[in-house]
């Protein structure tokens, strides 16, 4: 049975718009085009609120709050300000924050550069070693891919992302922390037949094709998937390459 | 740890994952840290990641990765503590031990950690030393108070 | 004490609970207690109790020897109260157990020692009767006017005591002797003669408010819950009390936990529920061990579990202990950890009170809060609201701690001033020193200044001085505290706690410690100050939760009222309370020094020099301020500037 979505309208900026109720407020402000700048927020996993970026004033019920946007379920008659002095106060402070980990990224740089910020006044964190601690990594791992490879450890300024005991047997090496992540501080590296992903310290060999030879996957995350979805074992014994040409 | 031994401790608490912090608390009492062989075994026997089971051991201080001293020697930094002094009190103990704050000493006799407060603001500075709380005390006495544990 | 197995079934059941309970009380021989909370044990009193046991059992006397929880005074403590049937009580301070095998024999022999008395007392103020209760004294006082009054101590006159009301009268481990006290009457009263909306508009009109630190309105709070959406509901008690100086939650949890029973289950009665958590800091063990044993007992009586009272009425509770994380005393980090994970707190659009534990409707209360319901629902709400100010109502216990004369708990209404707290409850600063400052609100509060000291103690007048109520710590600092060494404690103890989760806390919390640990050694430099207040202000408007969002508050507000004091460290490379080391020289005064090379002996880095009948000397350069030569030198020749 279809159930009915319950639309509500609300305002961004002085702009009327439309969503369904109990949408998060971010991604409907980047559909209307509103540009919020964001780290720790990806579709493809929950919201969490970490990053601080996305943070927007909200008047409802004639109390004006500041919050993330990312996890702001919206609301009917709600008033949203996304550039606010305050706003754009606390974001320069944000952005200065978490340029101290991650000096390098370009991304954060521009993100920074647009609301007036050129560099921070604090100390960097070499250790961090870009780390932003945004846990779209540990999201990803553990909500799409369901491998539970790594984890937010310690608490405070002593909070980093590890496998567990730095031992990563669980990770499978598919590259989705890879890609998620925002400051590109996870590499991936193959070399002849083995692949590494260089944060986790996690090698492991590929499966080389029956058909062409070369090695496409790690045999170790072949063989989960197969357990995972009680696949036949023989299932990728092609590489996609060759997988498609042969139907 | 035995494995029956664990299976007691995870009897005791229903096998219920939404209470692997006791579960965690009973193994730390009784084998003074968090084995990894333990760990790997409260995983599968609860159905729940080992990622999640070390985030909960790195985050609560309570849970030790590595083993603690025989004796526990807290010196409390709570805030009246600390107006009275307790920071020397910890520095003295730091010295006698040859260890820093957190830390075990090589012959794994004592663990020297801080305390925020066990809630005896008046008679502070406090250490306690295995569940049991000394008051009123400055580095002289709290460096003989050792003595008697060593 | 174990429960007897007597099931109480209803009121006369109940009745003859109390009737034992009364017995035990005031039994018709000597009964000495000694009053053994952790603080009482820190002091020894374990060993004072020993000490009487024996002499008890070595003369064969028939005395009875109880224990209880904390009347307050922790200063004065060991404390030991002696009942005699026919005269008043009386308590002693400061006893040693030499002194009590002393005390013992005397009471023996018939004979009174006035000198160690703190207090005298002919009549109990019980809530739950009419009439204050009078001892039968039969033939006067016989000396022991000497002995002041409990209303006439400076420490006692001026608190009011609701939440403490049992407290160091009654065994802890005894329900019977709660029950004497009027305890588990008003849970009949409400079970059977109560509506859930009655009881809720009783708690809303008295006024109460959260006692753990936010004070929201109690009876709002459990309406919402009442009204939410579900069948399966849960009440919790935070007892995770992390405020570092504060421990009323600790005392109330070790001297009378059936107040905070009976509380929880009132208001699950009321709102509807049938489960309930308790979830104690794992560093209070005897709070832990004492709130067990209460559960135990109730059960076995039937005052938990099935049908309580004979209501019909199901109500079960749980313990959870603590791992050691501050962080968990926020209500929804504290219901992320009893759901077995870190103890992150989580957004708070969604309300707890309709999506909490498991996502199920949940009302959280603390330990000091549950304790005032009992009392609430008996007097009534126009009782209640009429102690205290406009906006805060009833009374608060405050951990009254520091630099201050009379350390201890107390428990005042609403409204009293600061100045009336620390001078005439307090008794003043000690050695002579000059008040500085009173710290209030624990690391989300900040420090009141001399000249704010006539502000009323009220939830809002503290907000608008720049500090907060928060679970009542009360911090007393003299003119030798480092008022940017309190906001670096205070700083670099939320950079530990926080969950790590948000910028703004992690990393505000952090480079407001680096910025102020610079300045503590002389390494502060021009522009430091306002680049606090940057990080501070961003950490507030930022962050999730509470300890985020009020991290700042020490810093600011010793900036606010202190700012002189950071522009010396900054500006003069000087501490002037004398307190950081990098600021500070240890000098011998050689006028003072006897030559006994004590100093010598002790120092760690054999940085004193000194032959026989020489004044010694400290080589700066060697001497790392540890402070030892100052603590063992007999006749106070080290000297700090």
Same mark, same amino acid.
């Given at each position: 049975?279809?159930?009915?979505?319950?639309?509500?309208?609300?305002?961004?900026?002085?702009?009327?718009?439309?969503?369904?109720?109990?949408?998060?407020?971010?991604?409907?402000?980047?559909?209307?085009?509103?540009?919020?700048?964001?780290?720790?927020?990806?579709?493809?996993?929950?919201?969490?609120?970490?990053?601080?970026?996305?943070?927007?004033?909200?008047?409802?019920?004639?109390?004006?709050?500041?919050?993330?946007?990312?996890?702001?379920?919206?609301?009917?008659?709600?008033?949203?300000?996304?550039?606010?002095?305050?706003?754009?106060?606390?974001?320069?402070?944000?952005?200065?924050?978490?340029?101290?980990?991650?000096?390098?990224?370009?991304?954060?740089?521009?993100?920074?550069?647009?609301?007036?910020?050129?560099?921070?006044?604090?100390?960097?964190?070499?250790?961090?070693?870009?780390?932003?601690?945004?846990?779209?990594?540990?999201?990803?791992?553990?909500?799409?891919?369901?491998?539970?490879?790594?984890?937010?450890?310690?608490?405070?300024?002593?909070?980093?992302?590890?496998?567990?005991?730095?031992?990563?047997?669980?990770?499978?090496?598919?590259?989705?922390?890879?890609?998620?992540?925002?400051?590109?501080?996870?590499?991936?590296?193959?070399?002849?037949?083995?692949?590494?992903?260089?944060?986790?310290?996690?090698?492991?060999?590929?499966?080389?094709?029956?058909?062409?030879?070369?090695?496409?996957?790690?045999?170790?995350?072949?063989?989960?998937?197969?357990?995972?979805?009680?696949?036949?074992?023989?299932?990728?014994?092609?590489?996609?390459?060759?997988?498609?040409?042969?139907? | 740890?035995?494995?029956?031994?664990?299976?007691?401790?995870?009897?005791?608490?229903?096998?219920?994952?939404?209470?692997?912090?006791?579960?965690?608390?009973?193994?730390?009492?009784?084998?003074?840290?968090?084995?990894?062989?333990?760990?790997?075994?409260?995983?599968?026997?609860?159905?729940?990641?080992?990622?999640?089971?070390?985030?909960?051991?790195?985050?609560?201080?309570?849970?030790?990765?590595?083993?603690?001293?025989?004796?526990?020697?807290?010196?409390?930094?709570?805030?009246?503590?600390?107006?009275?002094?307790?920071?020397?009190?910890?520095?003295?103990?730091?010295?006698?031990?040859?260890?820093?704050?957190?830390?075990?000493?090589?012959?794994?006799?004592?663990?020297?950690?801080?305390?925020?407060?066990?809630?005896?603001?008046?008679?502070?500075?406090?250490?306690?030393?295995?569940?049991?709380?000394?008051?009123?005390?400055?580095?002289?006495?709290?460096?003989?108070?050792?003595?008697?544990?060593? | 004490?174990?429960?007897?197995?007597?099931?109480?079934?209803?009121?006369?059941?109940?009745?003859?609970?109390?009737?034992?309970?009364?017995?035990?009380?005031?039994?018709?021989?000597?009964?000495?207690?000694?009053?053994?909370?952790?603080?009482?044990?820190?002091?020894?009193?374990?060993?004072?109790?020993?000490?009487?046991?024996?002499?008890?059992?070595?003369?064969?006397?028939?005395?009875?020897?109880?224990?209880?929880?904390?009347?307050?005074?922790?200063?004065?403590?060991?404390?030991?109260?002696?009942?005699?049937?026919?005269?008043?009580?009386?308590?002693?301070?400061?006893?040693?157990?030499?002194?009590?095998?002393?005390?013992?024999?005397?009471?023996?022999?018939?004979?009174?020692?006035?000198?160690?008395? =703190?207090?005298?007392?002919?009549?109990?103020?019980?809530?739950?009767?009419?009439?204050?209760?009078?001892?039968?004294?039969?033939?006067?006082?016989?000396?022991?006017?000497?002995?002041?009054?409990?209303?006439?101590?400076?420490?006692?006159?001026?608190?009011?005591?609701?939440?403490?009301?049992?407290?160091?009268?009654?065994?802890?481990?005894?329900?019977?002797?709660?029950?004497?006290?009027?305890?588990?009457?008003?849970?009949?009263?409400?079970?059977?003669?109560?509506?859930?909306?009655?009881?809720?508009?009783?708690?809303?009109?008295?006024?109460?408010?959260?006692?753990?630190?936010?004070?929201?309105?109690?009876?709002?709070?459990?309406?919402?819950?009442?009204?939410?959406?579900?069948?399966?509901?849960?009440?919790?008690?935070?007892?995770?009390?992390?405020?570092?100086?504060?421990?009323?939650?600790?005392?109330? =949890?070790?001297?009378?936990?059936?107040?905070?029973?009976?509380?929880?289950?009132?208001?699950?009665?009321?709102?509807?529920?049938?489960?309930?958590?308790?979830?104690?800091?794992?560093?209070?063990?005897?709070?832990?061990?004492?709130?067990?044993?209460?559960?135990?007992?109730?059960?076995?009586?039937?005052?938990?579990?099935?049908?309580?009272?004979?209501?019909?009425?199901?109500?079960?509770?749980?313990?959870?202990?603590?791992?050691?994380?501050?962080?968990?005393?926020?209500?929804?980090?504290?219901?992320?950890?009893?759901?077995?994970?870190?103890?992150?707190?989580?957004?708070?659009?969604?309300?707890?009170?309709?999506?909490?534990?498991?996502?199920?409707?949940?009302?959280?209360?603390?330990?000091?809060?549950?304790?005032?319901?009992?009392?609430?629902?008996?007097?009534?709400?126009?009782?209640?609201?009429?102690?205290?100010?406009?906006?805060?109502?009833?009374?608060?216990?405050?951990?009254?701690?520091?630099?201050?004369?009379?350390?201890?708990?107390?428990?005042?209404?609403?409204?009293?001033?600061?100045?009336?707290?620390?001078?005439?409850?307090?008794?003043?600063?000690?050695?002579?020193?000059?008040?500085?400052?009173?710290?209030?609100?624990?690391?989300?509060?900040?420090?009141?200044?001399?000249?704010?000291?006539?502000?009323?103690?009220?939830?809002?007048?503290?907000?608008?001085?720049?500090?907060?109520?928060?679970?009542?710590?009360?911090?007393?600092?003299?003119?030798?505290?480092?008022?940017?060494?309190?906001?670096?404690?205070?700083?670099?103890?939320?950079?530990?706690?926080?969950?790590?989760?948000?910028?703004?806390?992690?990393?505000?919390?952090?480079?407001?410690?680096?910025?102020?640990?610079?300045?503590?050694?002389?390494?502060?430099?021009?522009?430091?100050?306002?680049?606090?207040?940057?990080?501070?202000?961003?950490?507030?408007?930022?962050? =999730?939760?509470? =300890?985020?969002?009020?991290?700042?508050?020490?810093?600011?507000?010793?900036?606010?009222?202190?700012?002189?004091?950071?522009?010396?460290?900054?500006?003069?490379?000087?501490?002037?309370?004398?307190?950081?080391?990098?600021?500070?020289?240890?000098?011998?005064?050689?006028?003072?020094?006897?030559?006994?090379?004590?100093?010598?002996?002790?120092?760690?880095?054999?940085?004193?020099?000194?032959?026989?009948?020489?004044?010694?000397?400290?080589?700066?350069?060697?001497?790392?301020?540890?402070?030892?030569?100052?603590?063992?030198?007999?006749?106070?020749?080290?000297?700090?500037?």
């Amino acid at each position: 049975m279809m159930s009915e979505k319950e639309l509500v309208r609300f305002q961004i900026d002085g702009l009327e718009v439309e969503a369904e109720k109990g949408q998060m407020l971010l991604p409907v402000a980047l559909e209307y085009g509103f540009e919020i700048p964001h780290l720790c927020y990806h579709e493809a996993v929950s919201p969490y609120g970490a990053c601080r970026l996305c943070l927007v004033e909200v008047t409802k019920r004639g109390r004006t709050r500041m919050t993330t946007s990312c996890n702001y379920p919206v609301d009917a008659g709600i008033e949203v300000a996304t550039a606010t002095e305050n706003v754009l106060r606390a974001r320069r402070m944000m952005l200065e924050l978490i340029l101290a980990r991650a000096p390098h990224s370009e991304r954060i740089l521009a993100m920074a550069r647009s609301v007036g910020v050129e560099g921070t006044r604090f100390p960097i964190i070499e250790e961090a070693e870009d780390c932003i601690l945004c846990g779209l990594c540990e999201r990803v791992c553990r909500e799409v891919v369901g491998a539970n490879a790594i984890t937010f450890v310690n608490r405070g300024d002593k909070r980093e992302v590890t496998p567990p005991f730095w031992d990563p047997i669980a990770c499978i090496a598919c590259g989705a922390c890879v890609y998620i992540c925002p400051t590109d501080c996870i590499k991936m590296e193959e070399r002849g037949d083995e692949r590494t992903i260089v944060r986790w310290k996690r090698t492991l060999k590929m499966q080389p094709c029956k058909s062409c030879g070369k090695p496409f996957a790690p045999l170790f995350q072949l063989n989960w998937i197969i357990d995972q979805v009680q696949l036949p074992k023989d299932f990728f014994e092609l590489c996609p390459v060759c997988r498609k040409q042969k139907k | 740890m035995t494995s029956a031994q664990l299976e007691k401790i995870l009897k005791r608490h229903d096998h219920q994952s939404s209470n692997v912090l006791a579960i965690l608390q009973d193994i730390q009492a009784s084998e003074n840290y968090l084995p990894r062989k333990t760990l790997d075994e409260v995983a599968e026997k609860l159905n729940i990641s080992l990622a999640r089971i070390y985030k909960l051991a790195t985050f609560y201080r309570a849970l030790s990765l590595t083993p603690k001293g025989r004796h526990l020697v807290n010196v409390c930094m709570g805030t009246a503590c600390h107006v009275r002094g307790a920071r020397m009190v910890l520095e003295r103990l730091e010295r006698d031990l040859g260890v820093q704050e957190g830390g075990t000493t090589q012959d794994l006799n004592f663990s020297l950690d801080t305390v925020r407060c066990v809630g005896c603001c008046s008679l502070g500075p406090v250490v306690v030393i295995d569940g049991e709380i000394y008051g009123r005390l400055n580095q002289e006495k709290a460096s003989k108070l050792l003595k008697d544990y060593s | 004490m174990k429960g007897e197995g007597m099931r109480v079934r209803g009121l006369d059941d109940l009745i003859k609970l109390r009737e034992k309970g009364l017995k035990r009380l005031y039994p018709d021989k000597i009964k000495m207690t000694v009053e053994m909370a952790t603080c009482g044990i820190s002091a020894g009193a374990h060993h004072v109790y020993e000490a009487i046991k024996d002499r008890i059992r070595e003369r064969k006397l028939d005395i009875t020897l109880a224990k209880s929880g904390c009347i307050g005074f922790c200063q004065r403590e060991p404390l030991v109260d002696v009942w005699i049937p026919g005269k008043p009580r009386i308590i002693y301070q400061e006893m040693t157990p030499e002194k009590g095998v002393e005390l013992i024999d005397l009471i023996a022999k018939g004979d009174l020692q006035k000198e160690w008395g =703190l207090c005298r007392t002919e009549e109990e103020v019980i809530f739950f009767e009419d009439e204050p209760r009078r001892y039968t004294i039969e033939s006067g006082l016989e000396g022991r006017e000497d002995i002041s009054l409990y209303q006439d101590v400076e420490f006692y006159k001026k608190q009011f005591k609701i939440a403490l009301r049992n407290c160091g009268y009654i065994d802890p481990e005894s329900i019977d002797e709660y029950t004497a006290r009027g305890g588990y009457f008003t849970l009949h009263k409400v079970l059977h003669e109560m509506k859930s909306d009655e009881i809720i508009n009783e708690v809303k009109r008295s006024g109460l408010r959260g006692r753990g630190g936010a004070g929201f309105l109690t009876g709002r709070k459990w309406e919402s819950c009442q009204k939410a959406r579900g069948d399966r509901k849960y009440v919790v008690c935070n007892a995770d009390e992390g405020d570092p100086g504060a421990y009323m939650d600790r005392s109330v =949890l070790e001297g009378d936990p059936h107040s905070v029973l009976e509380g929880m289950i009132i208001g699950a009665y009321a709102i509807g529920a049938h489960e309930g958590y308790i979830y104690v800091r794992n560093e209070y063990p005897l709070a832990v061990k004492n709130i067990g044993v209460a559960i135990k007992q109730a059960e076995e009586k039937g005052l938990l579990g099935k049908d309580i009272l004979g209501s019909g009425f199901d109500f079960t509770v749980t313990i959870n202990k603590g791992g050691g994380a501050f962080v968990a005393g926020e209500s929804t980090a504290l219901m992320a950890s009893i759901e077995g994970y870190v103890a992150e707190p989580r957004a708070k659009h969604i309300h707890t009170v309709e999506s909490g534990l498991w996502d199920r409707p949940t009302n959280l209360n603390n330990v000091e809060t549950w304790a005032n319901v009992p009392v609430i629902i008996e007097k009534g709400a126009d009782w209640f609201s009429k102690i205290g100010t406009e906006g805060s109502k009833g009374t608060k216990i405050f951990s009254l701690v520091g630099k201050i004369n009379n350390t201890g708990l107390i428990e005042v209404p609403m409204g009293m001033t600061l100045r009336e707290i620390v001078y005439e409850i307090g008794g003043g600063i000690p050695d002579g020193k000059r008040f500085k400052a009173v710290q209030t609100g624990g690391p989300s509060g900040g420090c009141i200044p001399e000249a704010l000291l006539d502000l009323p103690v009220d939830f809002d007048a503290l907000t608008e001085a720049g500090s907060m109520m928060g679970s009542g710590g009360m911090i007393v600092m003299d003119e030798s505290t480092c008022m940017v060494d309190v906001a670096k404690y205070f700083t670099d103890f939320l950079k530990d706690e926080s969950c790590g989760k948000c910028t703004s806390c992690r990393d505000g919390t952090l480079r407001m410690y680096e910025i102020l640990d610079r300045i503590t050694k002389g390494e502060g430099k021009e522009g430091d100050i306002e680049l606090l207040e940057e990080i501070g202000w961003a950490t507030t408007e930022a962050s =999730l939760c509470a =300890l985020g969002g009020t991290a700042a508050n020490p810093v600011l507000s010793t900036i606010r009222y202190f700012r002189d004091e950071y522009e010396a460290h900054i500006r003069d490379k000087r501490c002037p309370a004398g307190v950081c080391p990098a600021l500070i020289t240890y000098t011998i005064d050689p006028e003072a020094c006897i030559a006994c090379g004590k100093c010598k002996k002790e120092c760690p880095t054999k940085a004193i020099t000194g032959k026989k009948k020489v004044p010694h000397e400290i080589d700066q350069a060697k001497c790392i301020k540890c402070g030892t030569c100052k603590e063992v030198c007999p006749v106070d020749a080290v000297k700090v500037k």
